[in-house]
């Protein structure tokens, strides 16, 4: 299966990559932007997708500074 | 006394870590894919970009075969040093509380700054005294210390000199036994007077007399 594991900054924990894009978009006339915050994207194929939270805790994301979503596959 | 030092693919200060430890013992590389401590009495865990930092910082370093050995010498009491990267890879590991996030900043920083000494009453420390000022360099990206829990913080940065906006200015922690100790700063950078400090020399002499008294007991 293909699967997405989505692995973000924990809230409260200050992300400056996303103040520094959120202050850069206003300067392109993007008004009304808030709270950007930048994470990373795994893509993976897995033969058993029940093990996923384990690949998340252990090592795709972590769990202390970071959040995760395992987001479903395509096929 | 003997020093052992890892040596991961993309490590890069683990010459200059060899160099330091030999001013006050015997120091050995230690290689990453091997599983064997030759035997030492303290291991420093070296900065650089181990596995090329890929994913986190430390992340996949902390997975490596010495590792295995260098987790059950700490759970069996032995000293462990992580300097910078190695700092990572012992928060990584969860040897050490915590996690380095990028700096504040955004930015590379390398330069010289003071530390303060919180608690000279540990095995790193311990030829250093309460509030002792040192002047190590730091160069780093991703240093910025945080931790939900409070930690034991032996070093933190001289008021006005937090390079990475790391939390309550930690420069340096330990686990609650005090037999492993992380700091982002270089103490092995800071130990010829050519370079400007020896300062760092304090954190090298604090192992070898933490040995030699656990030797003699």
Redesign the interface.
């Given at each position: 299966m293909r699967a997405r594991v989505l692995v973000r900054p924990k809230r409260g924990?200050?992300d400056?990559?996303g103040q520094?894009v959120e202050r850069a978009l206003p300067a392109l006339g993007f008004e009304g932007v808030r709270n950007v915050h930048i994470g990373r994207l795994i893509e993976l194929d897995v033969e058993d997708p029940a093990r996923l939270p384990e690949m998340c805790e252990r090592?795709?994301a972590?769990p202390?500074?970071e959040d995760y979503e395992i987001v479903g596959g395509e096929g | 006394m003997k020093f052992g030092v890892v040596r991961f693919p993309g490590s890069c200060d683990d010459v200059d870590a060899l160099d330091a430890a030999t001013l006050v013992g015997d120091a050995v590389p230690l290689w990453h894919a091997e599983r064997d401590l030759k035997g030492v009495e303290a291991v420093v865990v070296p900065g650089g970009f181990s596995y090329g930092d890929y994913l986190r910082a430390g992340a996949i370093a902390r997975f490596a075969p010495v590792m295995e050995d260098v987790i059950e010498f700490a759970h069996e009491g032995g000293l462990v040093l992580g300097i910078c990267n190695g700092f990572q890879v012992l928060c990584e590991a969860g040897l050490l509380p915590g996690a380095l996030l990028p700096n504040a900043s955004l930015r590379f920083v390398c330069r010289q700054v003071e530390l303060e000494v919180l608690d000279p009453d540990t095995s790193f420390t311990r030829a250093c005294a309460r509030g002792q000022r040192l002047s190590v360099p730091v160069k780093h990206t991703t240093g910025r210390y945080y931790s939900p829990d409070p930690v034991h913080a032996l070093l933190r940065y001289a008021p006005g000199q937090n390079p990475n906006g790391s939390q309550d200015d930690i420069a340096g922690v330990c686990n609650e036994q005090g037999n492993v100790f992380g700091l982002m700063p270089h103490p092995e950078h800071a130990v010829d007077p050519l370079t400007g400090s020896t300062d760092g020399l304090r954190i090298f002499e604090s192992i070898r007399a933490e040995i030699d008294d656990r030797v003699v007991a």
């Open positions: 924990i200050l400056p990559q520094a090592l795709l972590n202390l500074i | -």
